[in-house]
């Protein structure tokens, strides 16, 4: 097993070729999200019993509902992106002819396969860096952040969540190695 840098592990053995990125983040930005998604949590909580407590023709109470609703659609978000951020990896797959792509939560998810014989324009995905969606796409409580992308059916595909540009760049010949490969035993 090799190691591209401390998130990102390269197993090549047995005619297939596993890639793993764990979505960890520095102690300090983990804190944080942890502080952030309690204190939503704490702030919902309080709410409905704030709800709870208004008598029932109060107009305030349906309000309230509405707005616990949206919190809820929130939470779960955030809950989802502190388990990507504590717990969760993306695994890649390349074996008996197909790239195995898998986001996983507490060994959870779903894989998606992809037959290599018709993945075409494997690369890095150019991105405007100064656009507000990028820096969106690339903060702490999001899951997201694709840096790698390839034509499959005439559909894009990317993966590569939380790659930096540097192993990015250092993936990419790798997966082209591997998926050539690939193409030659079938």
């Not at 053995?13 to 944080?32: M, N, Y």
């Amino acid at each position: 097993m090799e190691y591209v840098s401390e998130r990102v592990s390269v197993d090549r053995k047995d005619g297939r070729t596993s890639v793993v990125i764990t979505a960890r983040l520095t102690k300090g930005k983990e804190t944080l999200l942890v502080t952030w998604a309690l204190a939503w949590f704490l702030c919902g909580a309080y709410l409905l019993y704030a709800r709870l407590q208004l008598v029932s023709g109060d107009p305030i109470r349906q309000y309230l509902l509405a707005f616990l609703a949206f919190w809820a659609y929130y939470m779960v978000v955030v809950g989802k992106a502190v388990l990507w951020r504590l717990k969760g990896s993306e695994l890649w797959r390349i074996k008996d002819g197909t790239l195995t792509v898998k986001d996983s939560i507490l060994g959870f998810g779903k894989a998606t396969d992809y037959f290599v014989d018709n993945i075409q324009k494997l690369g890095i995905i150019q991105v405007d860096e100064r656009s507000w969606k990028w820096q969106l796409d690339q903060s702490a409580w999001m899951i997201g952040g694709a840096r790698l992308g390839f034509e499959h059916l005439g559909r894009k595909v990317v993966f590569g969540k939380g790659l930096s540009d540097e192993e990015a760049r250092q993936l990419v010949p790798l997966l082209k190695h591997a998926l050539s490969q690939e193409r030659k035993k079938s």
